[in-house]
């Protein structure tokens, strides 16, 4: 590179620095989102980026390099000016995600997870990135394009060889369905923009929260707690000084096969603003964040659009709707590719601009979250259905559903089925009846909740999907009669491996151990006695974890072994095998590079 050349490299890295800073305003809670727009400048963050903002924010440069490091989408290297990552969960790999990969790396002349020799491009694999029901997909600089096939992969092949922007590339590339295959109160709904709030601003704050608690309105992020014990324990709790109450809604949708949230931020955006300004209303929050999941970035510019749109309508900001001192406004967060920031405590930390380590508790994050502020999380499709509640009251809610379970439940199903998509049920439907719904025949068994939920057989499908039975955070995925079982809970466990936070042992260490004991057996190596180190594994998990990222790793096996022992067993062709070390197969190698094989270079027990 030339004197000037590097001059003007080093004055456009200074100068993405300085905007990125004056972006966030130099506020060190914003790292994440410094570094994220300082890469879209850049493409990598150099040392030299990174040096930089430490000294900008006042922070250690270890600091800097830790928040780096942690987060998939931050790269430290440079990884090529288009950077190609395929979703491998299990739904599209059995969509033939791992076949086109390799295509695109043949056209491409390039191994996977390495760099081309022209600096140009990289092709690796990441995690689920919610386009289960069209895959396979892929992010290219972040941007989603799905419906990949041989020709779509050989066409985009040759527009980075050529080196066509992606603003040039063709939209239909980027197309993502929504794929709304059954409606129920939420995705029927027609509420006007500020319909429902302006209902909640008459009856007042604290009758807006007796008919969230009448409703019995519990998490749609899994857990199912109560969301109006969650906002009167923030609403109880005391500030301190110089900060107010906080609204976070949960956008980040980092589990295996869940896409329900992509939709609702889709299409029913203003449901989810207003739920957010409602909970600020019952709580007397005045900042909202929206927690935005890296790999739904191409939401950015419609969800800022629909915030600039409620502030002109007086939605947000100061005096909402002309009440006096009900102000509140809400900024957009991107992660940027962990999913453990769906932890709401881990959420949080990397709203704070650190890594995404989960918190010890208590304190809740109700009580003690954002910079310590009381802070409620709410998952984006429980506030939608706040708004609803607002409008239309917590008896009409509660008559929905069953008695511990009320209102409806959003299904991403994908997997083995005729019509997969986003199906809405009242709480209590059957898994067989959804599966009728989607048209799955001859299925083998149903993964609901995700990697961390559970793995159900075909007599478990009488279950219902409620908190008092089979609870879900949403993900419904179908493997027919063809499927390897086994193979299902080997992508599970490998995704929990990397996903991994690392902040306690058990779980790093443990995810580690587990993946390795699913390889051995994949090779057909494994004995009987495996089988009981993996129980070892799974009990250390479960009890011992720090988060429920550790506690849940174990449970695709714990149902596989429970439910489909048979693909286990498979790959155990010698069920006596005792495991001892072969000293002479392992001087085989030695024996090929000294090219003997005559007896004397043979071990054997006889021998002294």
């Not at 000293?583 to 006889?606: C, I, N, P, V, Y």
Request: net charge neutral; charged share 25%; hydrophobic share 40%.
């Amino acid at each position: 590179m030339s004197q000037l050349a590097r001059t003007c490299a080093i004055t456009d890295l200074d100068q993405a620095v300085d905007d990125a800073l004056a972006r966030h305003g130099a506020d060190p809670s914003r790292l994440l989102q410094i570094l994220i727009a300082t890469q879209e400048r850049l493409d990598w963050l150099p040392p030299r980026a990174v040096t930089r903002l430490a000294a900008a924010l006042g922070l250690s440069r270890a600091r800097v390099e830790g928040v780096v490091g942690f987060y998939s989408f931050l790269y430290s290297r440079p990884v090529g000016r288009y950077r190609v990552l395929f979703a491998d969960n299990i739904v599209e790999e059995m969509q033939g995600a791992p076949a086109l990969m390799r295509r695109l790396c043949e056209r491409l002349w390039i191994e996977p997870g390495k760099v081309s020799e022209d600096g140009l491009v990289s092709v690796d694999a990441t995690s689920c990135i919610g386009m289960g029901d069209q895959g396979p997909s892929a992010l290219v600089n972040g941007v989603t394009i799905t419906g990949l096939d041989e020709k779509r992969i050989d066409a985009l092949a040759e527009l980075i060889r050529d080196q066509i922007s992606l603003e040039s590339w063709p939209r239909q590339f980027f197309s993502v369905a929504d794929n709304i295959r059954r409606r129920d109160i939420l995705l029927n709904d027609r509420l006007a923009p500020g319909e429902a709030l302006r209902r909640a601003v008459a009856m007042g704050a604290d009758a807006l929260l007796a008919q969230v608690k009448a409703a019995n309105l519990r998490g749609r992020g899994g857990a199912g707690f109560a969301t109006a014990q969650k906002w009167t324990s923030c609403k109880e709790a005391p500030t301190p000084d110089g900060g107010g109450r906080v609204i976070v809604c949960n956008a980040d949708e980092g589990e295996p096969g869940t896409f329900k949230d992509r939709v609702l931020l889709t299409r029913f955006a203003d449901h989810v603003f207003e739920g957010m300004t409602l909970a600020a209303l019952a709580t007397g929050a005045s900042k909202g964040f929206l927690y935005l999941r890296g790999e739904y970035r191409y939401l950015r510019d419609h969800l800022e659009e629909v915030l600039a749109r409620r502030r002109e309508s007086g939605l947000l900001g100061r005096g909402i709707l002309g009440a006096a001192g009900f102000d509140f406004d809400i900024d957009i967060h991107l992660g940027a590719g962990a999913y453990i920031c769906g932890e709401e405590t881990a959420l949080i930390e990397s709203l704070e601009g650190k890594r995404g380590t989960p918190r010890i508790r208590p304190p809740f994050p109700a009580t003690r979250g954002y910079l310590g502020r009381p802070t409620s999380v709410n998952n984006v499709e429980t506030l939608a259905l706040v708004t609803m509640i607002a409008a239309r009251g917590g008896e009409w809610f509660a008559q929905i559903g069953t008695k511990l379970s009320t209102g409806t439940k959003l299904l991403s199903v994908s997997g083995d089925c005729a019509a997969p998509g986003v199906y809405e049920f009242p709480f209590g439907v059957t898994i067989a009846e959804v599966l009728d719904a989607c048209g799955a025949l001859d299925t083998q068994g149903v993964q609901l909740g995700g990697a961390a939920g559970m793995t159900l057989a075909p007599h478990e499908f009488r279950r219902r999907v409620a908190f008092e039975d089979a609870p879900t955070a949403g993900a419904l995925m179908v493997f027919d009669r063809s499927r390897d079982m086994f193979a299902v809970a080997r992508n599970f466990v490998h995704f929990f491996a990397h996903e991994s936070c690392g902040f306690c042992t058990p779980c790093r260490v443990g995810t580690a151990l587990l993946r390795d004991c699913l390889d051995k057996l994949q090779d057909r190596h494994g004995s009987p006695l495996d089988l009981v180190e993996i129980d070892r594994l799974d009990r250390l998990l479960q009890t011992t974890s720090h988060c429920g990222l550790g506690q849940a790793a174990a449970n695709p096996v714990l149902d596989g072994l429970r439910n489909f022992r048979a693909a286990y067993d498979a790959r155990m062709p010698n069920q006596e095998f005792q495991p001892a070390f072969n000293l002479d197969a392992a001087l085989a190698r030695a024996r090929q590079l000294t090219g003997r094989d005559d007896a004397s270079a043979h071990f054997s027990e006889r021998r002294s």
